[in-house]
């Protein structure tokens, strides 16, 4: 059983892929070919955003969307501590600072209630992370954002296709980021990530960064970096998105059976809670649970895999506690200890969930008498 079958999706659209890739190989414009605009065009009309655009990665595309708003020294982001490292990496590479808010314990993103009491005159934008394919209170957030006139970036790396009170992810904000790391929901063979926006003038502004600050060739009207998603990885995304509808499809059938079989279990198991006024994209289906490496452990030795997504909150990593030193953020803390990914994607069986669940929570059920001896 894969994590993540990138194999049996690859032989669902082998034609598609590899014609793609020919043409790129035919016409010969590896930076900034005809796919590329193509991408673009096809990725805006998705999310209903007036732009968009692609950039080498997810965490460059963070970096320019800062970029573009003019965060730098001195500056803070307010963005969640439990999740990975290239959302607070952006910000501290400008040289401001980030500053952490807590999560809810029900969902895993960020808890907007908690947000207004971290901003300080420094304060200039939020970054809420759509953690596991799932958006983050983009209303409330929104809202907070714009009585203390702050921007909001929505980190969107795991939850494109996604949708939230009838609009859809990457369209929910100012700015929207998203990567298409091969292990996202919509992922190329390589790197790659997009920027969204309605604001014509930020839109500029990214297009320009993103090709070292240029306006026209050799014309730089502002400082940039070389941040281009490449053709063929274009070419790659343009073909995926040929299944993609299909894949989400999939990958709701998988979770509508995980839940099933694992929502209001005895032996102690939590799925994360998906609200009912958006949609998940599941790219992770991520429980919470008690004994977590005797749980892996258990369920390797049956060659389940299962992964971490996030062991140690940000707060806690050591390159990044000195940013924020009253950070409290217990609930990141708690469930850093706790949460588990188990096996998810579109070419997943309900027989290998039933696996999965069935040898998940035998081994919870064992756990639990053992733990409560300890405790004795």
């Known amino acids: 059983m ?20 020919q043409a790129v190989l035919d016409h010969g414009q590896y930076i900034m070919g005809p796919e ?19 950039v080498a990665s997810g965490t460059e595309a963070l970096l320019v969307a800062l970029m573009a708003l003019g965060v730098g020294r001195g500056d803070e982001v307010i963005t969640t501590p439990f999740t990975f490292i290239a959302t607070a990496e952006a910000i501290v590479l400008l040289g401001a600072t980030a500053v952490f808010v807590d999560i809810d314990p029900l969902t895993c993103n960020i808890d907007p209630a908690l947000i207004e009491e971290k901003i300080t005159p420094r304060t200039r934008a939020v970054i809420p992370v759509s953690l596991y394919g799932q958006p983050a209170d983009m209303d409330e957030i929104n809202a907070v954002a ?34 298409f790391f091969p292990s996202k929901p919509l992922g190329c063979y390589g790197d790659g990530g997009a920027l969204f ?13 993103r090709v070292h600050g ?18 063929l990885q274009c070419a790659v995304v343009l073909a995926k998105l040929e299944l993609f509808d299909w894949e989400l499809q999939q990958r709701q059938r998988a979770a509508a059976t995980y839940d099933a079989l694992l929502l209001g279990n005895q032996a102690g198991v939590r799925p994360i809670l998906r609200r009912e006024d958006r949609t998940s994209v599941y ?25 971490v997504h996030y062991p140690v909150p940000i707060h806690r990593q050591p390159a990044y506690a000195h940013l924020d030193p009253a950070a409290s953020c217990p609930v990141s803390d708690a469930l850093a200890g706790k949460v588990m990914s188990l096996p998810m994607g579109p070419y997943l069986s309900d027989a290998e969930i039933r696996t999965v669940c069935a040898t998940l929570l035998h081994a919870a059920r064992e756990a639990a008498p053992a733990a409560a001896a300890l405790s004795v």
């Open 283 to 307: 790219a992770q289906y991520t429980v919470v649970l008690e004994q977590r490496a005797q749980l892996q452990a258990a369920l390797a030795a049956t060659k389940i895999p299962t992964a």
């Open 214 to 231: 240029q306006s026209r060739r050799y014309v730089h009207t502002r400082i940039g970096v070389g941040g281009r998603m490449d053709t």
């Open 146 to 179: 714009e009585r203390h006139g702050l921007a909001v970036i929505e980190d969107a790396a795991q939850s494109f296709g996604a949708s939230y009170r009838g609009r859809q992810s990457c369209n929910l904000s100012g700015i929207a980021c998203t990567s």
């Open 36 to 54: 590329v605009g193509a991408l673009e065009a096809r990725l805006a009309e998705y999310t209903g955003a007036r732009h968009c655009i692609t």
């Open 2 to 21: 894969e994590f993540i079958d990138l194999k049996s999706q690859y032989q669902a659209s082998r034609e598609l892929i590899n014609g793609r890739i």
């Open 197 to 209: 926006t309605s604001d014509d003038e930020l839109a500029r502004a990214m297009r320009e960064i």
